[in-house]
Nanobody, 122 residues
Framework: EVQLVESGGGLVQAGGSLTLSCAHS????????IGWLRQAPGKEREGVSC????????YYADSVRGRFTISRDNAKNTVYLRMNSLKPEDTAVYYC???????????????WGKGTLVTVSS
């Protein structure tokens, strides 16, 4: 069964850093992109970052570009999202998903994790 599990969320001070992990199983990693999305209270879900399974190319939303870094450890079947210079507006539930349908990509999101909460205090 396809499964994705996020971890690493928590409370962090503005300006600090946090790394999220997405452990995935049940599919061949190099056949799929992995996306990170987030949903803040009262707002719609938005795409944050994607990494392709074929060549490792990446995409970042304008709001996080230069602060966040996505990476993949294929041996561990894990995708990471390193978040630096965190701002209160980054507070949200962060989800990883198989696929990426935002930015320059057009692959559907068919499986999701349960999410991990990131809270950035001022």
């Amino acid at each position: 069964e396809v499964q994705l599990v996020e971890s690493g969320g928590g409370l962090v001070q503005a300006g600090g850093s946090l790394t999220l992990s997405c452990a995935h199983s049940g599919f061949t990693f190099d056949d799929y992109a992995i996306g990170w999305l987030r949903q803040a209270p009262g707002k719609e879900r938005e795409g944050v970052s994607c990494i392709s399974g074929s060549d490792g190319s990446t995409y970042y939303a304008d709001s996080v570009r230069g602060r966040f870094t996505i990476s993949r450890d294929n041996a561990k079947n894990t995708v990471y999202l390193r978040m630096n210079s965190l701002k209160p507006e980054d507070t949200a539930v962060y989800y990883c998903a198989r696929g990426c349908d935002f930015g320059p990509y057009y692959y559907g999101l068919d499986y999701w994790g349960k999410g991990t909460l990131v809270t950035v205090s001022s």
